[in-house]
């Protein structure tokens, strides 16, 4: 779960970037299609290098390519206060997922197997495929030569160096740890 939420955030602002250059529909899609080719190799790992892949690297880059692009497709879809609405829905949602989803992945776990928790996450996925014809086209607002791929490179070594300090300060406290939070 660390290392999902590490790929998530070091691909974030990459993501950010790319919804405006390969648009937002495109790009939530691509992260779709991706996140269930992560839930599904996570579904059937046979081994924890073919769960971390699954889960941990394919899985977080994929959500972190989705959620930019679904708040970004709320927010030009409406306006007023139907926009302040879906964005409060937009939130909501990814609250009650944190609170509710570690209680039914429990469930589920104790009960049937943890295979059934992606088997779910797959459900969802295609459920957003088949409706994708609902999410509205926004054109690309940037080119490909605006994108900052030293910038990128840099941003990801950082978070990624960062998150990784800021998880070892509870396992270690030498020093080494604070030359990779400030690194």
Known sequence: MTFYTLFNAAF?????KLQDIVGKKKLFLIGAVLYGIGTSIAAISSSDTMLFIGWAVIEGIAGA?????????V???????RRTAGLAIVGVMGAVASAVGPLFGGVMTTFLSWRYGFAC?????AFILIMQKKIP??????????????????SFIGLVLLILGILSLSKNTNTSIAVIIVG
Request: hydrophobic share 50%; proline share 5%; aromatic share 4%.
């Open 75 to 81: 927010s030009g879809t409406y306006s007023g206060e």
């Open 65 to 73: 390519l989705m959620l930019p692009a679904t708040v970004s497709i």
């Open 137 to 154: 086209d926004f054109v690309p607002t940037e080119s490909k030569s605006e994108l900052d791929i030293t910038g990128a490179i840099i």
């Open 12 to 16: 974030m602002l990459l993501s950010a």
């Open 121 to 125: 996450e797959l459900i969802i996925i």
